[in-house]
């Protein structure tokens, strides 16, 4: 008999690491639900032998109805969730004497109201079926003070506080919570707030991280495979650093 496929569900799969992961997972034996992915990711995973539901305009988890979205064309394809990753978070930096009241409200916004929607969303189908692995991706400077971006890490410490919270509350269901935190990484959005397009300032930035670079997506899609791959079934309500040792 055949072992049913597990259904993954990436809210971004167009960003950050959604690339990458759905990759890893596709080679793993999943069928993905994908947010916002690239018509070439798509083609792709589909010739790889890959069952995908492609679910469009739901790039912003603010808004709770796109969390909602995605759980309901997994439930419509596949009948179940098995595993659902997601990231956000608006990268404010600057001094904390500076900072508007607007700086605080927008990272709230972004880093705990964000992944607030999707946790309780995707939970209730993953507790009506007693089983299901959430990993929510925040930030390394949650885990230390950023004098570059007060708000910013004050609003990750609080989104990895709340993983902790909810895993408590969900074990006794079957179901893991836990959060990665990043720094350091080599995509669009970290350079352009950092200035780390200069390369002069990517090498002062990479001169901080202890490993002496910035990180890859690549590499990080393999990092966070375990925690929604079904291989690793004993680990909940943890949050890891991912910074080239920086935390």
């Not at 890959?50 to 109805?65: A, F, M, P, Q």
């Not at 670079?213 to 291989?231: I, Q």
Request: glycine share 10%; charged share 20%.
């Amino acid at each position: 008999m055949d072992t049913p496929r597990r259904i993954a569900l990436i809210a971004d799969a167009g960003f950050y690491v959604g690339p990458s992961l759905a990759r890893v997972l596709a080679a793993r034996g999943h069928d993905l639900v994908l947010g916002d992915p690239s018509p070439e990711l798509v083609d792709e995973l589909i010739a790889g032998g890959t069952k995908v539901e492609v679910v469009t305009g739901v790039r912003n988890l603010v808004k709770r109805s796109s969390s909602q979205q995605l759980v309901d064309a997994a439930l419509n394809r596949f009948g179940r969730i098995d595993s659902a990753t997601a990231f956000s978070g608006l990268i404010v930096t600057g001094r904390f004497i500076d900072a508007k009241v607007d700086d605080l409200e927008s990272v709230m916004q972004s880093c705990m109201v964000a992944p607030f929607h999707f946790m309780q969303t995707v939970l209730a189908p993953m507790i009506e079926q007693g089983d299901g692995q959430i990993l929510v991706i925040t930030s390394a400077s949650g885990a230390r003070a950023t004098p570059e971006a007060p708000l910013y890490s004050s609003a990750r410490a609080g989104a990895t506080h709340m993983v902790r919270n909810v895993a408590a509350e969900v074990a006794r269901h079957r179901v893991q919570v836990n959060s990665v935190g990043t720094n350091y990484m080599d995509f669009p959005e970290f350079r352009r707030a950092t200035g780390a397009n200069d390369p002069a300032i990517r090498a002062k930035i990479e001169s901080r991280v202890p490993l002496g670079r910035l990180g890859t997506m690549e590499e990080f899609g393999y990092f966070c495979a375990p925690f929604v791959d079904g291989t690793s079934r004993f680990t909940t309500g943890q949050f890891v650093s991912y910074s080239g040792g920086w935390s």
